[in-house]
């Protein structure tokens, strides 16, 4: 399934994310507006985690359904199931589609290997390094393996762009402060493990940049 339920009683960033869009969505929208100029009268209604709905994250053709996606191209042809599971998905009036990656600590960012079967693997491999070629990037690094979080995200941005024309933009939110799982203190610590990740994956300036932004919250202001 597609729809996946989770508890109430989390830490980190998915606690982080249900107290963000359930209780704080115009924080969230403040902070993509002042990212993204081309978008700064937009007004984003959130589809998930919703309380009401056991908090639940979407994968999958799921994922497309609830952002009622009409396809040219079927994800099945992009990638196998249990693709990547959306921390939070978000539509506009007008169309714009919003893909949520959380994290809230510096462990999180290095992601394992995919731990897909070989007829799975090789339609994942594929399609990243379909992404590849699309944004230039001429290197030998697996995208399968180390990052492949971040990785399969950015090429699901690829997917939805390049070749279903959706307006989808990638949201990565890095959480400042959370004591719970020892997260970074500063924006700073975060940005220096982003240098490295995407040095090491060799993904600088390219294509897709402009649909993508890093938003940094500290959850101090959750608290009343």
Request: glycine share 6%.
């Amino acid at each position: 399934m597609g729809k996946v339920k989770q508890k109430s009683d989390g830490k980190g960033s998915l606690k982080d994310m249900q107290l963000l869009i359930n209780e704080h969505p115009d924080l969230l929208n403040s902070n993509i507006r002042q990212n993204i100029p081309s978008l700064k009268n937009i007004q984003i209604g959130w589809l998930s985690p919703l309380k009401n709905d056991n908090y639940s994250e979407y994968k999958d053709d799921d994922f497309i359904n609830l952002l009622g996606l009409n396809l040219t191209k079927p994800l099945s042809n992009f990638w196998p199931q249990k693709g990547p599971q959306w921390d939070a998905l978000g539509k506009s009036k007008n169309g714009n589609v919003f893909l949520i990656e959380a994290k809230a600590n510096i462990p999180e960012i290095v992601s394992g290997p995919t731990g897909a079967r070989i007829k799975s693997k090789m339609l994942i491999n594929k399609s990243l390094i379909e992404t590849k070629i699309f944004l230039n990037i001429n290197n030998d690094m697996d995208w399968s393996h180390k990052f492949y979080q971040y990785t399969n995200r950015l090429a699901h941005l690829y997917f939805l762009r390049e070749q279903n024309n959706v307006p989808a933009w990638l949201v990565n939110i890095y959480f400042i402060n959370d004591k719970t799982v020892n997260g970074p203190k500063t924006e700073e610590e975060w940005l220096g493990a982003i240098r490295v990740m995407k040095c090491y994956l060799g993904v600088g300036h390219h294509k897709l940049s402009k649909y993508m932004i890093d938003i940094f919250i500290d959850i101090e202001a959750f608290k009343d």
